[in-house]
């Protein structure tokens, strides 16, 4: 969000102004930044020498007008910065700036939605199935992945697409016409990842089940990053009802002694899965709370989650599957936890934002 509706990265186009990307790092970055929370999916840069202080003034290399507005994180590789706007409620767009001056090299136009803002009047239980985003929110929210062959862009409408660095189009297509209407709440956030040849989305949302519907599947499927050929799909069902379904949190790849697993949080339930093939490695379940917006961050063999709706942040070993209980989390903190930020693990220490 995934990054969620309530973070954003611009503004809205009511400001005279318009929207501006403040660039505040220096010309000689050595690290990619290529998809949500960085190239370690923990939220650290490895980069020194970074401005702490910025205005008008001072600390800020380059400021750049963009086309409308957007909620996803811009990604870097090398000299470009990719991300996504929303124009006039209608284009979505996929934007590439120079990272050395902040000028915009191309824009793309991925497709064409308009943000589902309310129900028409239909409110509760008879609302649910439907996607209502908030008025900070449009459908630019995931951000972007790049691996310096392709970039993939996603949206909340079910767009995802490829392009090259060029900009060429390699593929397109629409999740929600492949596996079915979003019913996540407060609007599709979730950003894709890439993991070598496969780009992998995920979608953990209102079931429906105990409306008497149809379920409303969540899944983790994967596509080929430059043909957009089905590569595996993987069903991810819970026993969460309602909105405790609804996670905005992105996968999070971490290596193991045996390769590669990804960690996913949502629907009450911790789990991971081997990113080549979508087979499930471990499951904990148990856990209390709402919709998760805090995804999950991983330090040597621990998982640290936070709860949704502020409920505690628990502690627990990768790798540990079965029921959440007394002796499953190695501890457990309940005072002021986040709604919404995601946590920072930096050597043995833990921020989060209350």
């Known amino acids: 969000m995934n990054q969620h509706p309530n973070r954003l990265c611009g503004a809205r186009r009511s400001v005279p102004i318009g929207v501006f990307i403040w660039a505040i790092t220096s ?3 050595a690290d990619h930044w290529p998809n949500w929370r960085g190239p370690d999916h923990n939220g650290i840069s490895r980069e020194t020498e970074l401005p702490t202080v910025w205005s008008e003034q001072d600390g800020v290399l380059w400021k750049s007008p ?3 507005w957007g909620n996803s994180t811009p990604v870097i590789w090398g000299d470009a910065i990719f991300l996504t706007c929303h124009v006039d409620d209608r284009d979505l767009l996929l934007v590439r700036l120079d990272r050395t001056n902040g000028t915009i090299d191309w824009t793309r136009k991925v497709g064409t939605a308009s943000t589902p803002r309310g129900t028409s009047g239909v409110t509760g ?6 996607q209502k985003f908030h008025a900070t929110q449009n459908l630019a929210s995931p ?4 691996d310096g062959d392709v970039v993939i862009a996603h949206f909340g409408s079910g767009d995802l697409a490829a392009y090259d660095f060029a900009g060429k189009r390699l593929w397109h297509r629409n999740l929600q016409e492949d596996y079915g209407r979003y019913t996540i709440w407060w609007g599709h956030a979730n950003s894709p990842v890439l993991h070598g040849d496969a780009v992998i ?4 949302q209102d ?3 105990d409306l008497g519907k149809p379920p409303a599947p969540s899944y983790v499927v994967a596509h080929h ?5 089905l590569l595996w799909h993987t069903p991810r069902p819970t026993s969460a009802m309602s909105e405790p379904c609804d996670s905005y949190t992105t996968p999070v790849l971490q290596p193991t002694d ?10 009450l339930v911790l789990d991971a899965y081997d990113p080549n093939t979508g087979r499930r490695l471990w499951q904990l379940s148990g856990f209390t709370g709402n919709r998760v917006i805090p995804g999950p961050v991983v330090s040597g063999d621990k998982v640290y989650v936070t709860q949704g709706m502020r409920n505690p942040l628990v502690a627990v070993r990768r790798g540990v599957s079965g029921q959440l209980g007394a002796n499953s989390p190695l501890w457990s903190y309940d005072r002021g936890t986040s709604d919404s930020s995601t946590p920072v693990v930096y050597r043995d220490l833990l921020f989060f934002v209350t």
């Open 125 to 130: 239980q008879a609302a649910r199935g439907q």
């Open 258 to 267: 045996d390769g590669i697993e990804m960690i996913l949080f949502g629907g």
């Open 201 to 204: 989305s995920v979608c953990m």
């Open 27 to 29: 010309f000689a970055l």
């Open 207 to 209: 079931s429906l089940v």
């Open 143 to 146: 951000s972007c992945t790049v």
């Open 225 to 229: 990053k430059r043909t957009g050929q």
């Open 66 to 68: 963009l086309p409308e």
